[in-house]
């Protein structure tokens, strides 16, 4: 029996330990001939042995029309291209479907996962931590969902990081669908797209808390950065408690209920952060290059030496949307002299303009609010 074929027998098998998994597939591969009493030799039930039977020719086909793409690779549990991190964990997928580079998924990663309905502060600071995180070296992995996943997958394209995206469907069936530029991006810039489910499997409720366990298996930690008390963002953080992975949490405003989730996080006991290096720095045993790669990149926005213009005005313009004429108030200057002040400081990139105002991009320590007039 050809490699392809025992690799998707051996995948459509429910039920089956890490370990028999592990040994069925060193049998498969020494093997030629696989009978009925090889299987039960290793304790497939009769509906085990019926699942490894029943193959659809059709998807053996497909795989190997897929496979004939360069970047396109099948990789099982045993092989060297595994990756090791997903090896460590109970229950792992006897096998990968990916597009792109595998080296991607052998590099530190760190999973970034969140709300689907995000509000600007999370894109905000979601964007920026995952920016950093890359600087620094990590690959981001996470689901490729709308929200906080594909926030983080094009912040670290935007600063030429790596990014891993795990699917809850098929290779050939990318959701959402408004994602299929983003996944291209992904895979053609030194990434890759994974997924354990046949090609062309569509989408379904049960198979995304499965994806979830994989992007906190390929992770040295995760960072959850806005969640309900009912998202799966928190089966992901609940996956990585399960694997000895580190948990983050941003924190969030009071009575968003984007920061529930994140806020009992921080609660059960995940590592609150304010800032990228929080979390760099809990890695440090395990990521040894570390401190070679972190103070200058890390601190570079934010660094004394970047002109600080207005700082009385930019004390006064806070995390979440600030008007203009609250900017005014508080610095005791009139509307039009803020205005112009605050049109510099976002040329100079220290605050974004949004509807209903500005909000704060980058943290200057040295800073204070005034609340003059207040």
């Avoid at 994989?214 to 992770?219: E, R, T, V």
Wanted: hydrophobic residues 40%; proline residues 5%.
């Amino acid at each position: 029996m050809e490699r392809i074929e025992w690799m998707l027998r051996l995948a459509n098998v429910k039920g089956l330990s890490s370990r028999l998994v592990r040994h069925l597939a060193v049998t498969l591969q020494d093997n030629a001939h696989i009978d009925d009493d090889l299987l039960l030799d290793h304790g497939l039930s009769e509906i085990q042995r019926q699942q490894f039977r029943e193959l659809c020719p059709r998807q053996l086909e497909r795989t190997h029309a897929w496979l004939a793409h360069e970047q396109h690779h099948l990789v099982a549990c045993i092989e060297e291209h595994y990756p090791t991190t997903l090896a460590e964990i109970s229950r792992r997928p006897s096998l990968l479907y990916v597009a792109g580079s595998l080296d991607a998924l052998q590099t530190p990663q760190l999973g970034v996962v969140g709300s689907r309905h995000c509000t600007h502060y999370g894109k905000q600071w979601g964007s920026w931590f995952t920016q950093q995180l890359a600087l620094s070296g990590l690959t981001i992995t996470s689901g490729l969902a709308r929200g906080i996943d594909g926030v983080a997958h094009r912040a670290a394209l935007e600063v030429q990081g790596k990014t891993v995206a795990v699917l809850g469907s098929g290779l050939q069936y990318i959701y959402p669908k408004n994602h299929q530029t983003l996944a291209r991006e992904i895979m053609n810039s030194g990434g890759a797209l994974v997924s354990e489910f046949p090609l062309d499997m569509a989408p379904h409720p049960v198979n995304f808390p499965r994806r979830n366990r994989i992007i906190s298996g390929l992770s040295l930690g995760v960072l959850v950065i806005e969640a309900t008390l009912k998202s799966g963002s928190l089966v992901t953080a609940r996956y990585a408690l399960e694997q000895n992975r580190n948990v983050y949490a941003l924190p969030g405003a009071l009575g968003n209920p984007g920061s529930e989730g994140t806020h009992w996080l921080i609660q059960q006991g995940a590592l609150l952060v304010a800032h990228p290096n929080n979390i760099l720095e809990d890695l440090h045993s395990t990521l040894q290059w570390l401190p070679d790669s972190t103070s200058e990149t890390i601190y570079s926005q934010d660094s004394d030496d970047v002109p600080l213009p207005f700082a009385t005005v930019l004390a006064n313009v806070g995390d979440e949307v600030t008007p203009v004429d609250v900017v005014a108030e508080r610095a005791g200057q009139p509307v039009p002299v803020i205005a112009a002040h605050l049109l510099e400081l976002e040329l100079a990139g220290w605050i974004a303009a949004v509807p209903g105002g500005y909000v704060r991009l980058r943290r200057a320590c040295h800073v204070r609010r005034t609340y003059v007039l207040v």
